[in-house]
């Protein structure tokens, strides 16, 4: 099992910037993703960013440019770092673990990102 520990959400302004972290503890891999997502009312979770253990790293088109994904493997921990936010990045996200021994998927609790003037 890995328990994940999600914080950083909040109410910025449009433009604004917010970093969310999350921190893995539990039956970690060494060949692993860590990663966010996010999901809006009534809609599928989608993919944001995630970075793997070796320091590969993905995102979605929304956001490439603006979110920069970075991992602290020492601390088993994830950042993701909001830029430029719109009021369209509104929403719940969600971190995320992935251990490629099992590709079993693992969830944070979700935090709540609100962009608004």
């Known amino acids: 099992q890995v328990q994940l520990v999600e914080s950083g959400g909040g109410s910025v302004q449009p433009g604004g910037s917010l970093t969310l972290s999350c921190t893995a503890s539990?039956?970690?891999?060494?060949?692993?993703?860590m990663g966010w997502y996010r999901q809006a009312p009534g809609k599928e979770r989608e993919l944001v960013a995630t970075i793997s253990s070796g320091g590969t790293t993905d995102y979605a088109v929304s956001v490439k440019g603006r979110f920069a994904i970075s991992r602290d493997n020492a601390n088993n921990r994830v950042y993701l770092q909001m830029n430029s936010l719109k009021p369209e990045d509104t929403t719940v996200y969600y971190c995320n673990y992935r251990d490629y021994r099992s590709f079993q998927d693992y969830w944070g609790q979700g935090t709540q990102v609100i962009v608004s003037s």
């Open positions: 539990g039956s970690l891999a060494s060949m692993d993703a």
